[in-house]
């Protein structure tokens, strides 16, 4: 099940970037360095989007008012909570969340293992 939704992963972004045909290997993106709380890597950019892995370590909790444009994020690893006008749920592996701009959640992590995210942002209009 997680190798098939990682592949649905890589195609959708393939789908997104089909113009510069990159595939991107998910599961050997490996995090610059393990002593941050949190960690972001930039995998991919073009005119339309900028995509990101984000490693973060056990008990990270981040409030954020949200990115000014839309914004998808998929759970790679771990476990997190996650809050959205005012609702709670865990996210796991395989969870798909879609932000539109400016709508402010809170991440948790949760348990002892590292969360990894694919966040991918759209640009903003010129």
């Known amino acids: 099940m997680k190798s098939f939704l990682l592949s649905m992963l890589v195609i959708f972004i393939g789908i997104l970037t089909v113009q ?3 595939v991107i290997s998910l599961p050997n ?3 610059p360095s393990e002593a ?3 960690t972001d890597l930039a995998v991919f950019t073009d005119n339309a989007v900028d995509a990101h892995v984000i490693w973060a370590a056990p ?3 981040k409030n954020r008012i949200g990115a000014p444009v839309h914004e998808q994020i998929f759970v790679l690893e771990g476990k997190l909570r996650f809050t959205l006008d005012g609702k709670t ?3 796991t592996p395989g969870h798909w969340v879609i932000l539109p701009a400016n709508i402010p959640h809170t991440l948790e ?3 002892d293992v590292t969360v990894k995210l694919l966040a991918v942002q759209d640009k903003p209009a010129s």
């Open 20 to 22: 510069a045909q990159t």
């Open 89 to 91: 749920q865990e996210l």
């Open 109 to 111: 992590v949760m348990g």
């Open 36 to 38: 941050d709380p949190i």
């Open 59 to 61: 008990g990270f909790k």
């Open 29 to 31: 993106v490996a995090p």
